[in-house]
């Protein structure tokens, strides 16, 4: 099963058109999706349903702020997915000029929709409504911010756990740390915290002796002295004193004559 997809449906849009549109594409109407609740818009249900092969619309309302979104979900085909892709729906430019509007019910729709779709690059403006003097302005800002703030949490985690797979021996979260003088010194942290032989120091090891930061792959050189890691690097092909990568690129020659670099393991 593929992951949902959704849609925030403009707030003129008329719903029979919508539903004779989907259905006119093969959908057949789900007759069990309802939301058991009297509409507040005639002729508008807050929760209707289209099945096609494998494939599911799902049709949700919120008639006080005037929020539709349409979700495709289960295993759509090209075919279907196309359809899905040639409905109207608010983007995030169009939903960016919606937050700069003075009227309470357009502010209230951007906010909702913007946390429906996880439009991450529209938090600064969300932010900004978080101190509205309307204060169901405020409150849905505050809502927004909250959901937007998981997505981003959420995104940054599934990228951690795709570069982790993709280099185990590494440590994504200490490369991602964008300030080398936070990589400097969670490594001297380290040298306090952790005890000789600790393994779980390899990965941010591995990662600290190809740092950009010259100082940070220092710092690595002596924390791995300090963990007693005289084993083979993952960069080399198996012992080669006096001649780590590193030493041979920051300190020269002479130091590395001076003594024999502590190195990684795979």
Same mark, same amino acid.
């Given at each position: 099963?593929?992951?949902?997809?959704?849609?925030?449906?403009?707030? @003129?849009?008329?719903?029979? #058109?919508?539903?004779?549109?989907?259905?006119?594409?093969?959908?057949?109407?789900?007759?069990?999706?309802?939301?058991?609740?009297?509409?507040?818009?005639?002729? /508008?249900?807050? &929760?209707?349903?289209?099945?096609?092969?494998?494939?599911?619309?799902?049709?949700?309302?919120?008639?006080?702020?005037? &929020?539709?979104?349409?979700?495709?979900?289960?295993?759509?085909?090209?075919? *279907? =997915?196309?359809?899905?892709?040639?409905?109207?729906?608010?983007? +995030?430019?169009?939903?960016? =000029?919606?937050?700069?509007? @003075?009227?309470?019910?357009?502010?209230?729709?951007?906010?909702?929709?913007?946390?429906?779709?996880?439009?991450? /690059?529209?938090?600064?403006?969300?932010?900004?409504?978080?101190?509205? +003097?309307? =204060?169901?302005?405020?409150?849905?800002?505050?809502?927004?911010?909250?959901?937007l703030g998981a997505a981003i949490? *959420? !995104? #940054?985690?599934?990228?951690?756990a795709a570069r982790r797979k993709?280099?185990?021996?590494? @440590?994504?979260?200490? /490369?991602?740390?964008?300030?080398?003088?936070?990589? !400097?010194?969670?490594?001297?942290?380290?040298?306090?915290?952790?005890?000789?032989?600790?393994?779980?120091?390899?990965?941010?090891?591995?990662?600290?002796?190809? @740092?950009?930061?010259? /100082?940070? !792959?220092?710092?690595?050189?002596?924390?791995?002295?300090? &963990?007693?890691?005289?084993?083979?690097?993952?960069?080399?092909? #198996?012992?080669?004193?006096?001649?780590?990568?590193?030493?041979?690129?920051?300190?020269?020659?002479?130091?590395g004559e001076l003594r024999r670099?502590?190195?990684?393991?795979?």
């Amino acid at each position: 099963m593929s992951l949902p997809v959704r849609r925030v449906l403009p707030p @003129d849009i008329d719903f029979l #058109g919508l539903a004779a549109r989907i259905e006119n594409a093969g959908w057949a109407r789900d007759p069990t999706a309802a939301s058991g609740r009297t509409s507040l818009r005639p002729g /508008e249900p807050e &929760l209707a349903a289209w099945l096609r092969g494998d494939a599911r619309l799902t049709y949700t309302a919120n008639p006080v702020v005037g &929020l539709r979104v349409l979700e495709l979900g289960g295993v759509p085909t090209r075919e *279907q =997915r196309g359809m899905f892709d040639s409905l109207p729906g608010l983007d +995030a430019p169009a939903l960016a =000029r919606l937050l700069e509007s @003075d009227e309470l019910g357009t502010l209230l729709l951007a906010c909702f929709a913007a946390a429906e779709l996880e439009l991450i /690059e529209l938090l600064p403006q969300i932010e900004i409504l978080r101190t509205h +003097a309307e =204060r169901r302005v405020a409150a849905a800002a505050e809502r927004s911010h909250r959901r937007l703030g998981a997505a981003i949490l *959420q !995104r #940054g985690l599934k990228s951690l756990a795709a570069r982790r797979k993709a280099s185990p021996d590494r @440590d994504p979260l200490f /490369e991602s740390l964008p300030d080398p003088r936070m990589r !400097r010194q969670l490594l001297r942290r380290m040298a306090i915290e952790f005890e000789p032989g600790d393994p779980r120091a390899d990965a941010m090891l591995r990662s600290g002796l190809d @740092d950009r930061d010259w /100082e940070v !792959r220092a710092s690595a050189m002596l924390l791995a002295a300090r &963990l007693r890691r005289d084993r083979p690097c993952p960069r080399t092909t #198996g012992r080669r004193p006096g001649r780590h990568p590193c030493l041979g690129r920051d300190l020269g020659e002479p130091l590395g004559e001076l003594r024999r670099p502590a190195v990684l393991t795979q």
